[in-house]
């Protein structure tokens, strides 16, 4: 446990990490040590069903019950290798509710709770996809209120270092200047406590 996050590129160019994850709205409570991949060029954080341990005939299952509840709102979610073909015969399913049969369909859901390094972080929503086995990825929805460097260190490893603006600290801040050699003016957690004091 720490008060940042710090990751070292893997030889496959992720950043990958272990996090706790609960999905409230499907029973889903304190998975522990689940592999997720942060990811920068993601714009939303997305979350592989079958990636949390559930089985390809219970995702189904979950799938066409999410497929039939017309309060989870449903999304595409394409993918970099699909074509333009792919994308118009994907909405032509998407526009008749046709999600069974529609791998790229993302179903949102709510009350995400993720212990990443530490740091507990909390999302009203989350896409989750039920064929989809790729990596979970954490994206720029969560990212966007971090703070974070990333690039190689004296030992020439690649790091990712990161920590939300609301829980700035002097460890994060040490780290940031041990090692990237970077001096924030960012204000520490406390530090914006004691001012709002005056």
Known sequence: MSNFVKVIKNHKNELLIPVDITINSLGIIGLSNVLVKIDTGCAYTSIPIQKLGVSQANAQIMKQNDCNNISIRKEISFGVNDTQADRNLCWTMFKSGNYMNLKQVSFIHNGLEMVIGGIKVQKQDVKVSYDRTNNILIGMDI???????????DAGQYIFLGCPYDKINDDYLKELENTFHIISNIKTLSENNNDNEY
């Open 143 to 153: 990212l966007k209120n971090w703070d974070i460097h990333m690039g190689k260190d």
